[in-house]
């Protein structure tokens, strides 16, 4: 009403009444008429309509909740191309304005979007983020083989069967699927497991199976000695290439000073 002139309202679906007031302001819930009777001071009477048709509210297509694995990202898509996203996270800050939200998972959270349509109308929506904590992995110790040995990897679990494993590399590995792989390489080698849960989550741990060098045994050049007279056996040094000391047994021990020198 205009010119400071006051109506009465009614609607079509009964939703208003009010009278002497220049302006109504009501929730749309569905399509109405809107009827003003006014009435000026000198008595003259007009009278007009106005439609109010509801649009619905733009849809997000998210859904309600969704499990992710620690540190894995979640990849989720809201709305449709001719609508305007934001995403906020549970600190009410802006994430990305893109509907193809990647975000990264450290923790469970809700993740809130507000969502904006062609004609302006506004929608809100929220997703529950769970997630999910990783399988411990552990590889085994590191260990030291001789060479031509063998060597069992893998750690002790109290569900294996919980689990899937994989072992990389695999062709020195005679079943790269098993908890408990044996290897015997030829040279050092760092040996990588792959642990996944019931829920997909994986993770990774690695163990090093060092190779010993292979030893060179020296006990010293064959010598004549006169009856009653002493050799000194052995080499300087009398083994060599291993990364270990060494210990040393002689035989016939009957005829030596010291047997393990």
């Not at 006014?38 to 109010?52: K, R």
């Not at 898509?77 to 304005?97: E, H, R």
């Not at 050049?221 to 056996?233: F, R, S």
């Amino acid at each position: 009403a205009q010119n400071n002139y006051k109506g009465n309202w009614t609607s079509q679906a009964g939703s208003i009444t009010l009278t002497d007031t220049a302006k109504v302001t009501f929730k749309v819930t569905h399509n109405d008429q809107i009827y003003v009777k006014i009435t000026a001071p000198n008595g003259c009477v007009n009278y007009d309509t106005v439609s109010v048709t509801a649009k619905a509210l733009p849809k997000s297509y998210l859904p309600p909740q969704t499990s992710v694995c620690f540190k894995d990202t979640l990849h989720v898509t809201a709305g449709t191309p001719n609508d305007s996203v934001y995403w906020f996270n549970s600190f009410n800050t802006l994430l990305s304005k893109d509907r193809n939200l990647q975000f990264k998972v450290n923790a469970s959270e809700n993740l809130h979007l507000k969502i904006i349509d062609s004609i302006k109308c506004v929608n809100f929506d929220t997703i529950q983020v769970q997630m999910l904590s990783l399988p411990t992995a552990y590889a085994g110790r590191d260990t030291l083989i001789c060479p031509g040995t063998k060597a069992t990897l893998g750690g002790n679990y109290a569900t294996p069967g919980d689990y899937t494993f994989i072992w990389l590399p695999a062709n020195l590995l005679d079943n790269n699927l098993l908890l408990h792989p044996v290897t015997s390489p030829a040279v050092t080698t760092n040996f990588i497991m792959k642990i996944t849960d019931q829920n997909a989550c994986s993770n990774y741990d690695t163990v090093k199976i060092n190779v010993d060098a292979k030893s060179t045994v020296n006990a010293g050049i064959d010598t004549h000695i006169c009856l009653g007279k002493n050799a000194v056996l052995g080499s300087n040094p009398t083994a060599s290439g291993s990364g270990l000391p060494y210990g040393y047994v002689w035989s016939p021990s009957e005829s030596l000073d010291n047997s393990s020198i």
